[in-house]
């Protein structure tokens, strides 16, 4: 078994010591790729299918684009250029010869789609147009760490067109809900859902919202957002339509997704020393049987009781695995399934046989139970208790490290000890914004819908000065160190 980092002592080591050793992913042969491994994608597989059904169920549609976008698509956006220039990689030579244009390789669709927008909507009639991609995007990253920050990931990015602001609103906000619903109850965590401050908000939007939850070094983590475009894309690909009086209106855009990096969340929200801890609801595997073998016991008999075990198992749909291998002990075995964060384990050798018994292990409590055999078909019951309780586990630890600070020495001082989410009150001004990030690295990671009514003018719904300056507060603010 692979050793891991101590977790409370050196939490990024702790991190690549249980990727790599679970066999999640590993590093390609160009720097800053990743080769994600089959235990890895099998996790990604689950998340896929559970997003794809949510999305097609909100009447959206699968395409696919091409990989390669045009310069001069990228450039008429003024600020999404400006916003995505640092990390966009370039093909300038195809074929052996200098191309006439360079080709982005696409760090996101918003123009290629814009133009294909612009190309097949025309009335009022094709309104809404709600289209999503699965696909793979390229971002030049400097500091690479597997599934967090990699120069290409794969991902969904969702794409619709509105007739009015207040429809690509309701859009937005119907994305936002779905992936917090994901997250909550699929990767079975926590987290805090608002809005973006102005200089956090995705490049080219009126308005970006966020889902941000916090890991177990009591970092944050960027789980999904969701944005309205407005009409700025529109604008400058010219999606117009023919309203229901004839006259040429531009649409109303939105663009939402979440990408690989949300393995990362899930590995750094639940696992602990001996490696990761799956919610059933996302394992790739939810149940592993090691057999043990003795002396005692013929392989026929126990592999008889194995398959009886088994035959529940797969009529209740569970996602099983039997590990047979002898070339590794038993106690090799349970560590190694405890690293991989199976949510489940099943023990049965010599004792269980005799007394028609199954020893049941839950890697969420890390705790050993013996019980009778035909307590394996209230398996799917055990599993819905480990998902609650690894929610309702997470929700209690981030909301014990939220601190509430309102006089900004006393914030530097608790940043400088330990990673918190810090709430308090914000102007809602750039220089306080950057102050902050220079003093401490934390930026605004959210402005809380619990905290905040942003139909009014001043959204707090407390009344709070500026932890920063100390003037009238505009909005409550969520601050953090984050991945």
Not at 130 to 155: D, S
Not at 275 to 294: D, E, K, M, R
Not at 413 to 424: A, P
Request: net charge negative; charged share 30%.
């Amino acid at each position: 078994m692979s050793k891991i980092a101590d977790i409370n002592k050196n939490f990024p080591q702790w991190y690549q010591d249980v990727v790599s050793g679970a066999g999640l992913a590993e590093h390609s042969p160009v720097k800053g790729s990743m080769i994600i491994n089959p235990y890895g994608y099998a996790l990604w597989e689950n998340m896929k299918d559970v997003l794809d059904g949510m999305i097609k169920q909100a009447g959206v549609q699968n395409m696919y684009f091409p990989l390669f976008i045009p310069k001069n698509f990228f450039t008429r956006e003024e600020e999404h250029i400006e916003g995505f220039s640092p990390e966009v990689a370039w093909v300038t030579i195809g074929g052996g010869k200098e191309l006439e244009e360079p080709l982005a390789v696409r760090p996101t669709s918003e123009t290629i789609i814009g133009q294909y927008f612009s190309d097949h909507i025309q009335s009022y009639r094709d309104l809404p147009y709600k289209i999503n991609q699965w696909a793979n995007v390229v971002r030049w990253e400097m500091r690479p760490r597997l599934f967090l920050r990699t120069t290409e990931f794969l991902w969904q990015e969702g794409h619709t067109c509105h007739m009015s602001w207040e429809d690509a609103e309701q859009e937005r906000q119907r994305a936002l809900d779905m992936y917090k619903d994901f997250v909550s109850n699929y990767l079975a965590m926590y987290v805090i859902d608002g809005l973006k401050s102005e200089s956090e908000k995705f490049a080219g939007a009126d308005i970006t919202s966020t889902i941000e939850g916090m890991m177990g070094d009591k970092k944050a983590l960027q789980m999904g957002t969701s944005h309205n475009l407005g009409q700025n894309f529109a604008k400058v690909f010219d999606i117009q339509y023919l309203d229901e009086k004839g006259e040429r209106k531009y649409v109303y855009q939105t663009s939402w997704g979440v990408s690989t990096r949300m393995i990362g969340g899930l590995i750094m929200a639940h696992g602990d020393d001996k490696g990761l801890t799956f919610p059933p609801n996302i394992a790739p595997v939810q149940v592993v049987i090691v057999p043990v073998l003795v002396k005692d016991i013929s392989r026929d008999e126990l592999e008889k009781y194995v398959q009886d075990l088994e035959k529940v198992l797969a009529e209740k749909g569970i996602r099983f695995y039997t590990d047979w291998d002898e070339r590794n002990t038993v106690g090799w075995k349970f560590n190694e399934w405890e690293l991989k964060g199976v949510p489940v384990r099943i023990e049965v050798g010599l004792k269980e046989m005799e007394n028609n018994k199954i020893t049941l292990f839950r890697r969420d409590l890390r705790e050993k139970e013996t019980v009778n055999k035909e307590k394996i078909k209230d398996i799917d019951n055990i599993l819905n208790s480990v998902q609650d309780n690894m929610l309702n586990r997470h929700k209690r630890f981030t909301e014990s490290n939220i601190k509430e600070i309102n006089e900004y020495n006393q914030f530097r001082e608790i940043l400088s000890e330990d990673n918190y989410f810090i709430r308090s009150g914000w102007c809602g001004s750039r220089e306080c914004e950057d102050k902050v990030k220079q003093d401490t690295t934390a930026t605004v990671r959210v402005l809380p819908y619990a905290y905040n009514d942003f139909t009014k003018d001043v959204p707090q719904k407390e009344n709070k000065n500026c932890m920063v300056c100390g003037q009238n507060g505009k909005y409550i603010a969520i601050w953090a160190k984050a991945y």
